[in-house]
T-cell receptor, first 113, second 113 residues
Framework: AQSVTQPDIHITVSEGASLELRCNYS??????LFWYVQSPGQGLQLLLK??????LVQGIKGFEAEFKRSQSSFNLRKPSVHWSDAAEYFC???????????FGAGTQVVVTP | DTAVSQTPKYLVTQMGNDKSIKCEQN?????MYWYKQDSKKFLKIMFS???????INETVPNRFSPKSPDKAHLNLHINSLELGDSAVYFC????????????FGQGTRLTVV
């Protein structure tokens, strides 16, 4: 069965430190991959997406993600977090052209001073 | 200008009632979606419409009925509301089917009492 796993439910990081959020997927082929961010009480905002080509994808707000086919992973990174990065982050995959998104369970990021 | 707008933002209602949530997008997108986020923040697709045509219909009780009067609107009507329907419902739209859910609304928090 297809699945999306975000192993870390909760991550605490100091402001200015680097951040890496993990995402693994289980699917027979390379799916379309996405990272979204949800601030408290808000909708989801697309950070970046991967369809094909360069495996290092740049997104908004200084985020980047790297697709590793051998590890079935699509980890999200940011070199230096800001307090405003505190939010819930969701990895998602679309396994067909109709755009049906399957989400991971999310990782809550807390940023400390 | 709000790209994807949902109304109402909050909805509290009693069991057994019928309610509707409206969604409008002003982005000129062809595809619109409804997602449900439960109390554990798990997101799951419910429906998708492309140019007013239903293309994704997940295993959702038939008490839920989407309606798309035109490609800029996708409403969700729920009959005979149950306690388990309490959740946050998100509308989303995308330009291309393979770039799903690029823009999400702010969500409608439905509480059934």
């Amino acid at each position: 069965a297809q699945s999306v796993t975000q192993p870390d439910i909760h991550i605490t990081v100091s402001e200015g430190a680097s951040l890496e959020l993990r995402c693994n997927y289980s699917y027979g082929a390379t799916p379309y991959l996405f990272w979204y961010v949800q601030s408290p009480g808000q909708g989801l905002q697309l950070l970046l997406k991967y369809f094909s080509g360069d495996t290092l994808v740049q997104g908004i707000k200084g985020f980047e993600a790297e697709f590793k086919r051998s590890q079935s992973s699509f980890n999200l990174r940011k070199p230096s977090v800001h307090w405003s990065d505190a939010a819930e982050y969701f990895c998602a995959v679309a396994t067909d052209s109709w755009g049906k998104l399957q989400f991971g369970a999310g990782t809550q990021v807390v940023v400390t001073p | 200008d709000t790209a994807v707008s949902q109304t109402p933002k909050y909805l509290v209602t009693q069991m057994g009632n019928d309610k509707s949530i409206k969604c409008e997008q002003n982005l000129g997108h062809d595809t619109m979606y409804w997602y449900k986020q439960d109390s554990k923040k798990f997101l799951k697709i419910m429906f998708s419409y492309n140019n007013k045509e239903l293309i994704i219909n997940e295993t959702v009780p038939n008490r839920f009925s989407p309606k798309s009067p035109d490609k800029a609107h996708l409403n969700l009507h729920i009959n005979s509301l149950e306690l388990g329907d309490s959740a946050v419902y998100f509308c989303a739209s995308s330009q291309e089917i393979v770039s799903p859910g690029a823009f999400f609304g702010q969500g409608t928090r439905l509480t059934v009492v």
